[in-house]
Nanobody
Framework: QVHLVESGGGVVQAGDSLRLSCTAPARTFGRYNVAWIRQAPGKEREFVAVTDRTGRITKYADSVKGRFTISRDIDGSAVHLQMNNLQPEDTALYYC????????????WGQGTQVTVSS
C-alpha cells in the first residue's frame, strides 16, 4: 500500500486547463502502474488514464483522449494529469490509484481532488 495525495483541482470554466498531481512518499511510484479515475455525483467510477511503471505505455478513456495527458516524474515522486479544454462533463472527484503490475485490482487510493467545470 502507498499513501497517495492528489492536488491541483479547482473550479474553472469550459475550455480552461488544469494540471493534477499525485504524490507518494519515498519516490515509490516506479514500482507501480498509476491511474487516474474519476467519479461524478450520482455516477459510478470512470477510468480516465493510466501509465505503466516507466511512463512509456499510457492509455486513455475515449472521453478524454486528445485532451488529457498522463505523465510521471522520472524520479518516481509524482504522477500528473494535464487536462486541457475542460468541459462540464469532466466535473468529478479525481482519484489517483496504484496497481502492482499483473494484479487484478488497485492496491492504494488517494482521497481525491475536486474538479468543477462550469459552462
Amino acid at each position: 500500500q502507498v499513501h497517495l495525495v492528489e492536488s491541483g483541482g479547482g473550479v474553472v470554466q469550459a475550455g480552461d486547463s488544469l494540471r493534477l498531481s499525485c504524490t507518494a512518499p519515498a519516490r515509490t511510484f516506479g514500482r507501480y502502474n498509476v491511474a487516474w479515475i474519476r467519479q461524478a455525483p450520482g455516477k459510478e467510477r470512470e477510468f480516465v488514464a493510466v501509465t505503466d511503471r516507466t511512463g512509456r505505455i499510457t492509455k486513455y478513456a475515449d472521453s478524454v483522449k486528445g485532451r488529457f495527458t498522463i505523465s510521471r516524474d522520472i524520479d518516481g515522486s509524482a504522477v500528473h494529469l494535464q487536462m486541457n479544454n475542460l468541459q462540464p462533463e469532466d466535473t468529478a472527484l479525481y482519484y489517483c490509484a496504484t496497481k502492482v503490475p499483473g494484479a487484478s485490482e488497485y492496491n492504494s487510493w488517494g482521497q481525491g481532488t475536486q474538479v468543477t467545470v462550469s459552462s
